[in-house]
């Protein structure tokens, strides 16, 4: 079926948001942590993370206008610092809890029932039950030309199971029983196909066989 | 296993790469095709696909920096037009194959075996073999501060089948056997676990049931 503008254009604005949300595929499902000034702290899911760079390692992620994230925007703005964890399937129904609209002075930790954990120098909590964290420092935030913002982070602190790292440095996040979501609100394991070597124009495409497997 | 920031840039380059592409958790797999001036064809695997907003509908894409394809950049500066297909299981071993470095006189859709399709007035083409194909106006081109371009562009077209597609707008990736990413060259497809209803302070999360299904 093809869709054009103007049908894209006619829908209802929440079957529009539900569609338009769908056509980028699986997206990371991420708990971002922070706190204010005084050190309370902040939760909300965010499905847009992505790579920016390996060195210096940075990561990108879009704030829409008049969200609930924004609480989590101006408190990365206040202390510099915030943490990405990974949802994973024992906790994907607390993480999308996160993006109910609590109030302010409300820990979203706490209404929802994760467990925050901080470490020295780092003013953001990282989420207890997460399998992957990281901690960032923030380097910039641009506008975008819809009114979203682009916020960059630089990683500062990777905490992941050993297990999970192969020795080529790619992490087995299936492993973590990571989670993907598609549009607003559908939530995925991943099932593994393979790993593939890296592609070359005068050779057939192989799969990659990790060296400790070899 | 805690990594630090002097762990992270004493690691080999490779091993780096590997371990920080796999941070940012599940990534969309999509084929940008893109043709230049004189219509010869490009594709290209790209995992840095995001909803950037559904009113306009806008994607965005991050290039690196020399890249394999900058050749889908100067295209769509051409033309200003590209496409995305979703990556899906029948494909995936062709899409990573698009990322060898081939010359530029060289279609990778004959490469790697895959069908280009176009329509009147989109100057670009469309992979045959995608279940979810998308054309997009090129809206803007910004350098980021570590020498990627982020792409943002405006969605024209959807091609996606009906049955893919719920009442809610919701589109059903699993049903389209739709690729995720993860690190560099993992590939994976999605296990479905549920969808959630819009999330409130006041009430638990529960299960959303689409209305089709009530």
Same mark, same amino acid.
């Given at each position: 079926?093809?869709?054009?503008?103007?049908?894209?254009?006619?829908?209802p604005?929440?079957?529009?948001?539900?569609?338009? /949300?769908? &056509? #980028? *595929?699986y997206? #990371?499902?991420? %708990?971002? *942590?922070?706190?204010?000034?005084?050190?309370?702290? /902040?939760?909300?899911?965010?499905?847009?993370?992505?790579?920016?760079?390996? /060195?210096?390692?940075?990561?990108?992620?879009?704030?829409?206008?008049?969200? +609930?994230?924004?609480?989590? %925007?101006?408190?990365? &703005?206040?202390? *510099?610092?915030?943490?990405?964890?990974? +949802? /994973?399937?024992?906790?994907?129904?607390?993480?999308?809890? #996160?993006?109910?609209?609590?109030?302010?002075?409300?820990?979203?930790?706490?209404?929802?029932? &994760?467990?925050?954990? @901080?470490?020295?120098?780092?003013?953001?909590?990282?989420?207890?039950? #997460?399998?992957?964290?990281?901690?960032?420092? =923030?380097?910039?935030?641009?506008?975008?030309?819809?009114?979203?913002?682009?916020?960059?982070?630089?990683i500062?602190? +990777?905490?992941?199971?050993? @297990?999970?790292?192969?020795?080529?440095?790619?992490?087995?996040?299936?492993?973590?029983?990571?989670?993907?979501?598609? *549009? &607003?609100?559908?939530?995925? %394991?991943?099932?593994? =196909?393979?790993?593939?070597?890296?592609?070359?124009?005068?050779?057939?495409?192989r799969? %990659?066989v990790?060296?400790?497997?070899?």
């Amino acid at each position: 079926m093809q869709f054009d503008r103007n049908a894209i254009d006619a829908m209802p604005q929440r079957q529009r948001a539900h569609f338009i /949300n769908s &056509l #980028s *595929g699986y997206k #990371s499902a991420n %708990l971002i *942590g922070t706190q204010d000034a005084e050190g309370h702290h /902040n939760l909300a899911i965010v499905s847009s993370v992505f790579h920016l760079g390996a /060195n210096p390692p940075l990561i990108g992620l879009i704030f829409r206008p008049h969200s +609930v994230e924004r609480h989590s %925007l101006e408190n990365m &703005l206040a202390t *510099g610092h915030f943490t990405l964890n990974q +949802v /994973n399937g024992d906790i994907y129904r607390q993480a999308h809890q #996160s993006s109910a609209r609590y109030p302010r002075q409300i820990s979203e930790f706490a209404a929802v029932g &994760l467990t925050p954990e @901080t470490l020295p120098d780092i003013k953001a909590p990282f989420v207890g039950e #997460s399998h992957l964290k990281l901690a960032l420092q =923030l380097v910039e935030v641009q506008t975008l030309c819809n009114d979203t913002e682009l916020v960059i982070g630089e990683i500062q602190t +990777v905490i992941v199971p050993a @297990t999970a790292v192969a020795a080529d440095g790619h992490v087995a996040i299936e492993s973590l029983d990571a989670v993907a979501v598609s *549009g &607003l609100d559908h939530y995925h %394991l991943g099932h593994p =196909l393979e790993r593939l070597e890296y592609a070359k124009p005068d050779r057939a495409v192989r799969s %990659l066989v990790p060296p400790e497997q070899q």
